[in-house]
């Protein structure tokens, strides 16, 4: 999927994100958000992130090109995940995905 400025790739290699040794995704099933001028990102199924660990934040934001966004955190501390729950038109493969700042790849 593609629009002028950002494509989305399916992914089959295996993505982990840990924060201070704790394994909060491990996926092989990720979508590669590319997005002119920022790096690349991998959006998680969700069934593949931990939800234990994840608190729903206060902070919200909207991006014109992918939609009103959701932001989640690790006990209360900073923000460090991100899901569109409703995103825009043909940007609708995110609906529900997480995507973290920082990733592990094995």
Not at 88 to 103: D, K, N
């Amino acid at each position: 999927m593609q629009n002028t400025r950002i494509t989305l790739h399916p992914s089959k290699q295996r993505i982990q994100v840990q924060v201070d040794g704790i394994l909060l995704a491990d996926s092989t099933n990720t979508l590669e958000l590319r997005e002119h001028g920022y790096p690349p990102r991998h959006y998680f199924p969700r069934e593949d992130v931990r939800v234990d660990l994840r608190t729903v934040s206060e902070t919200t934001t909207y991006c014109p090109f992918k939609g009103h966004t959701v932001y989640f955190s690790m006990d209360e501390g900073r923000d460090m995940a991100c899901s569109y729950e409703e995103p825009i038109e043909g940007m609708e493969p995110l609906a529900g995905r997480v995507a973290f700042y920082e990733e592990v790849r094995e």
